[in-house]
T-cell receptor, first 119, second 112 residues
Framework: DAGVIQSPRHEVTEMGQEVTLRCKPI?????LFWYRQTMMRGLELLIY????????DSGMPEDRFSAKMPNASFSTLKIQPSEPRDSAVYFC?????????????????FGEGSRLTVL | GDSVTQMEGPVTLSEEAFLTINCTYT??????LFWYVQYPGEGLQLLLK?????DKGSNKGFEATYRKETTSFHLEKGSVQVSDSAVYFC???????????FGKGTRLSVIA
């Protein structure tokens, strides 16, 4: 089975440019999460969706960041304009819908990440 | 708020040495606990999990026991290999589905 698919794997851009990161969750998963990983701050939750609806975006750093999930199989994280301090690895993760009865024990399934470098 | 504290790394061990990576948590309820592993250039992979007190998670020779009385979930392996070199993350969640709260990670290097 295909796992979580992220693109691009690597992106190098210049300050001020728009960056769009993409994620395809595992088929059948109803919840999707965006995390950011840096050496200084570790793994930070940016936003998560249940059934395509944003539930908590309190981790989004500022208005330059936005995320959408137009359907169950696709999500984007956009940074506009980008800044050097946005350089990080961005991970997307997905999981099944609610309830242990649905077989979900809480684990998240991660993509390979998108490494962003803003010059 | 809920949090996870892991021992600071890096940890460097010789092949076949015993490994312990400490993890303690603070949570308002009874969380599920996880260990994830991240190999260089890759995403996080679930290594093992435990969903209630006294449960032991195990996988690939790694073990961790959910200790409610000490709020701990220490990772152990009896004999590490060079291929175990990676960053290990302890994490918790209090509900499903919900974000995982991660520790800062512990980098393990195993030398031959």
């Amino acid at each position: 089975d295909a796992g979580v698919i992220q693109s691009p794997r690597h992106e190098v851009t210049e300050m001020g440019q728009e960056v769009t990161l993409r994620c395809k969750p595992i088929s059948g998963h109803n919840s999707l999460f965006w995390y950011r990983q840096t050496m200084m701050r570790g793994l930070e939750l940016l936003i998560y969706f249940n059934n395509n609806v944003p539930i908590d975006d309190s981790g989004m750093p500022e208005d330059r960041f936005s995320a959408k999930m137009p359907n169950a199989s696709f999500s984007t994280l956009k940074i506009q304009p980008s800044e050097p301090r946005d350089s990080a690895v961005y991970f997307c993760a997905s999981t099944l819908g609610p309830g242990l009865a649905g077989g979900n024990t809480g684990e998240l399934f991660f993509g390979e990440g998108s490494r962003l470098t803003v010059l | 708020g809920d949090s996870v504290t892991q021992m600071e790394g890096p940890v460097t061990l010789s092949e076949e040495a015993f490994l312990t990576i400490n993890c303690t948590y603070t949570a308002t309820g009874y969380p599920s606990l996880f260990w994830y592993v991240q190999y260089p250039g890759e995403g996080l992979q679930l290594l093992l999990k435990a969903t209630k007190a006294d449960d032991k998670g195990s996988n690939k020779g790694f073990e961790a026991t959910y200790r409610k009385e000490t709020t701990s979930f220490h990772l152990e392996k009896g004999s590490v290999q060079v291929s175990d070199s990676a960053v290990y993350f302890c994490a918790l969640t209090l509900s499903v589905p919900a974000p995982l709260v991660f520790g800062k990670g512990t980098r393990l290097s195993v030398i031959a």
